[in-house]
């Protein structure tokens, strides 16, 4: 019975992806009718809008023919103009290479002279360090010196007890 149930279920879910399927293939192909439809639409649009396009070019073309000489003379003075600007922007990028060449020289030099002041520092510190060693051994021998004579006395005075001692008996 369950099986049968099972098998019932499964077959209503396949018919109903099926149907499923199929509608969202007939949608499918309404989208694509609509984008087609749309093309063409578009298509025609772009046609008119060429000939109209095409029909504005040639008058303007003659009004370009009558203002060329004007355009021509304007131009010349455009391209006058705009060679001065370029030998400006070149004196100015020279002037500012030279600055930029300048600056970078003084951050060697900078860098030269923080690097000496680190390696003096460095040679410094060096130097504290060894006089820092230097002393902690002197005080580790005086240490050592301090406690052989404290043990030095301990024992001659040990030494002399006995003898006393010795001779008190």
């Known amino acids: 019975m369950r099986a049968k149930d099972e098998n019932d279920e499964n077959k209503l879910y396949d018919e109903m992806a099926?149907?499923?399927?199929?509608?969202?293939?007939?949608?499918?192909?309404?989208?694509?009718?609509?984008?087609?439809?749309?093309?063409m639409n578009d298509k025609r649009s772009r046609d008119l809008q060429l000939q109209d396009e095409r029909r504005r070019r040639k008058l303007e073309e003659k009004t370009n023919m009558?203002?060329?000489?004007?355009?021509?003379?304007?131009?010349?003075?455009?391209?006058?103009?705009?060679?001065?600007?370029?030998?400006?922007?070149r004196r100015q990028e020279r002037e500012y290479l030279?600055?930029?060449?300048?600056e970078n020289a003084k951050n060697k030099e900078r860098a030269k002279?923080?690097?000496?002041?680190?390696?003096?520092?460095?040679?410094?510190?060096?130097?504290?360090?060894?006089?820092?060693?230097?002393?902690?051994?002197?005080?580790?021998?005086?240490?050592m010196k301090s406690r052989e004579a404290?043990?030095?006395?301990?024992?001659n005075k040990m030494a002399d007890n006995v003898l006393q001692k010795i001779e008190n008996r």
């Open 150 to 155: 404290r043990a030095q006395d301990f024992m």
């Open 66 to 89: 009558r203002s060329e000489l004007d355009n021509i003379q304007r131009l010349q003075a455009e391209m006058e103009a705009e060679r001065n600007m370029q030998l400006e922007k």
């Open 98 to 102: 030279q600055k930029m060449l300048e």
């Open 18 to 39: 099926a149907e499923h399927y199929k509608l969202l293939e007939e949608r499918e192909k309404q989208k694509n009718r609509k984008a087609l439809e749309k093309i």
């Open 113 to 143: 002279a923080n690097q000496e002041k680190e390696r003096l520092d460095d040679l410094r510190a060096q130097e504290e360090y060894t006089r820092m060693l230097d002393k902690q051994e002197a005080d580790r021998v005086n240490e």
